[in-house]
T-cell receptor, first 114, second 111 residues
Framework: AQSVTQLDSQVPVFEEAPVELRCNYS??????LFWYVQYPNQGLQLLLK??????LVKGINGFEAEFNKSQTSFHLRKPSVHISDTAEYFC????????????FGSGTRLLVRP | DAGITQSPRHKVTETGTPVTLRCHQT?????MYWYRQDPGHGLRLIHY???????DKGEVSDGYSVSRSKTEDFLLTLESATSSQTSVYFC??????????FGPGTRLLVL
């Protein structure tokens, strides 16, 4: 079984500042990792994913994440945020086994202030 | 964006009544999923389908049933709605096992 921990429920940051949203996971098998973004009153949109290969993954809207197997982490970063990045961000994990299931963290609300 | 629609988008119902939510896809993806989203819990899997008439339970399946008679449609039924089932429900689809795409959601209020 897998689990995901997003340590920060809310991250306030000023516009144009860098941001890091933290995600840690646990799993007894190898995993696929995802970040999704949810804007108010909308569904979830895939930001980026790690399936294999390079541990640094680039996604949409200037976001990137780094898979660190030894620390079981997949932190999301952006060097300079915009007001429009205000949203809720979810980290999710799926085991590379016969399961089809995505396990989500509880989410981090990114609040970008002018 | 993946072609996923959910209906209805909003519903208010009373405790004890049956409710059916519909997810429709135009992508011909094999896998379909139903999640619920509640504050502080992220998204939790209710049921999923890995083909027509092939379904299985997720982590919060009690009080819910599903059916998939066609590739494009996945129905979620609350046989007798309770206030604890007030939530936002999301459908997702995937062709391969790893990447899921989500619908716009259905807000359900059970009074």
């Amino acid at each position: 079984a897998q689990s995901v921990t997003q340590l920060d429920s809310q991250v306030p940051v000023f516009e144009e500042a860098p941001v890091e949203l933290r995600c840690n996971y646990s799993s007894s098998v190898s995993v696929y990792l995802f970040w999704y973004v949810q804007y108010p009153n909308q569904g979830l949109q895939l930001l980026l994913k790690y399936l294999s290969g390079s541990t640094l993954v680039k996604g949409i809207n200037g976001f990137e994440a780094e898979f660190n197997k030894s620390q079981t982490s997949f932190h999301l970063r952006k060097p300079s945020v915009h007001i429009s990045d205000t949203a809720e961000y979810f980290c999710a994990v799926s085991g590379m086994d016969s399961s089809y299931k995505l396990i989500f963290g509880s989410g981090t609300r990114l609040l970008v202030r002018p | 964006d993946a072609g996923i629609t959910q209906s209805p988008r909003h519903k208010v119902t009373e405790t004890g009544t049956p409710v059916t939510l519909r997810c429709h896809q135009t992508e011909n993806h094999r896998y379909m999923y139903w999640y619920r989203q509640d504050p502080g819990h992220g998204l939790r899997l209710i049921h999923y389908s890995y083909g027509v008439k092939d379904t299985d339970k997720g982590e919060v399946s009690d009080g819910y049933s599903v059916s998939r008679s066609k590739t494009e449609d996945f129905l979620l039924t609350l046989e007798s709605a309770t206030s604890s089932q007030t939530s936002v429900y999301f459908c997702a689809i995937s062709e391969l096992k790893e990447t899921q795409y989500f619908g716009p959601g259905t807000r359900l209020l059970v009074l």
